[in-house]
């Protein structure tokens, strides 16, 4: 069983930033979540089922892919704060659905290729029909990424790819997968030698020269998450990002502020479906002749709760109106990734508590919240890696490393 939400439990407005198309926006994004995604979730996440092509269709329908890419291109055209409000929706839903509409548009940076074809595959993009997978982490390589050590040699009019790769999600379901490379050693400045490249694959499989395994994950279901192994993989000349000899670790780092806003906005989506689920449970549970709810230690972990979910909405609002305004902006992106995905854990283990032993079970949607707000902690970068990114804006970087990236 599922808990209805709870209609007037969290409903917030903010007229600084609020519009009216806003409004309608984030309604609609709120309405198709609680018909489209979150039945699907409920279902399929129990199972560890894949996020139903039927479902992509309907997201692609409502733009959801190309909420950032400009109309002409077959995009909404908005921006960074549309894009959280969105993500914030999907996540209440099911946070791997948030997550998929970062997978569109990545390829208007392959100058090696004509202009009509990167226009043609971001039109398909913005439709769900050219989606990407992002693999960057290694065995040997997660937060200090400019130690990836996969390579690519070029070899007359192909790149050769070798290496292994690991934590690469949709490796399967993607129509290319974007890889970060080494293409050149440079002990002192490791981070330079690095580039991406697009290996395309027939969607459903993966690229040829490449084997892999899904990695047994406890959470985050909805896609498979695989450790990957190119071997001797070639791919045409031309399919390197910023062909111009843009370096791939600054172009990847460069995305990374967005990234982080999404993530603090799937943080903050999941945490308001445990929080919802728990104002609803909270009133129909009754013990001692009384509604858990009238309990002043359930009432006050409640007030917490959504406390913290409206600060850490309130700075992901900053920030996002920041980045439209293309502003750099790494440590307050720092900020409210760690600020929001902290919360996330805390807000969805209190919910976890409100249902008592209930929310210890796969009947209800609080250990799916509760689970995946575990890992937002973790990826784009850790909590330990945000904290290094402030601190080391307020304080200069440590003496030992005042050299390095
Ligand atoms: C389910 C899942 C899906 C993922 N999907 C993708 C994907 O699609 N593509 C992709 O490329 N990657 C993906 N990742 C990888 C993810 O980005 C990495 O797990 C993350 O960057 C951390 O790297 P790591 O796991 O190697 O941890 P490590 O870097 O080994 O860190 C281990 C611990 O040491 C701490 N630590 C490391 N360095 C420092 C430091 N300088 N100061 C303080 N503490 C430090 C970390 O914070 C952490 O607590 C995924 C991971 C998971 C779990």
């Known amino acids: 069983m599922v808990m209805d939400r709870n209609e007037d439990a969290v409903h917030l407005d903010n007229p600084s930033y609020m519009t009216d198309e806003r409004r309608m926006i984030q309604e609609v994004a709120r309405e198709f979540t609680l018909k489209e995604v979150l039945p699907v979730a409920n279902e399929l996440d129990p199972v560890q089922g894949q996020i139903p092509m039927e479902l992509r269709a309907k997201m692609g ?7 950032r890419i400009p109309e002409e291109y077959g995009g909404l055209g908005l921006g960074v704060f549309e894009y959280c409000l969105i993500a914030e929706e999907l996540a209440r839903g099911w946070m791997s659905v948030a997550s998929i509409i970062a997978r569109a548009g990545g390829v208007m940076g392959v100058t090696g290729w004509s202009m009509e074809r990167r226009l043609e595959l971001t039109r398909r993009a ?21 130690s990836v050590s996969c390579k690519a040699v070029l070899d007359g009019d192909e790149w050769v790819i070798t290496g292994n790769k690991y934590w690469c999600t949709f490796a399967d379901g993607a129509d290319y997968i974007s890889v970060l490379c080494r293409v050149e050693a440079d002990k002192d400045q490791p981070h330079k030698g690095l ?13 040829k020269g ?24 070639r791919i045409p000349k031309a399919n390197i990002v ?30 308001r479906g445990a929080l919802e689920d728990a104002v609803a449970y909270s009133q129909q549970r009754v013990q001692f002749n009384q509604p858990i709810s009238d309990f002043q230690e359930t009432r006050f972990k409640i007030a917490r ?57 796969k009947l209800h949607a609080i250990e799916r919240y509760w689970r995946d707000a575990r890992l937002t902690k973790i ?12 601190s080391d804006r307020i304080l200069g970087k440590p003496t030992n490393r005042q050299n390095q990236s």
């Open 242 to 271: 910023g062909g111009d000899g843009t370096e791939g670790f600054k172009t990847t780092v460069s995305g990374l502020e967005v990234a982080r806003a999404h993530t603090a906005a799937r943080a903050i989506g999941l945490a």
């Open 210 to 233: 490449c084997q892999g395994s899904p990695i047994p994950k406890i959470g985050y279901f909805g896609w498979n998450t695989f450790e990957l192994a190119f071997d001797g993989c």
């Open 61 to 67: 329908e409502m733009g959801y892919f190309g909420i």
């Open 305 to 361: 709760m959504a406390s913290e979910i409206e600060a850490a909405r309130q700075l992901m609002y900053h920030v996002a109106t920041q980045l439209d305004n293309r502003q750099r902006l790494d440590k307050e992106a720092a900020m409210v990734k760690w600020f929001a995905t902290e919360m996330a854990e805390r807000v969805t283990s209190d919910a976890l508590q409100i249902f008592g032993g209930a929310g210890y079970t």
């Open 126 to 146: 913005a439709q769900g029909d050219y989606l990407a997978a992002v693999s960057l982490s290694e065995p040997d390589t997660g937060s200090d990424l400019a």
């Open 379 to 390: 990826f784009e970068g850790t909590s330990e890696i945000q904290l290094r990114i402030i």
């Open 195 to 207: 580039r991406s490249f697009i290996v395309e694959k027939p969607r459903g499989e993966l690229p």
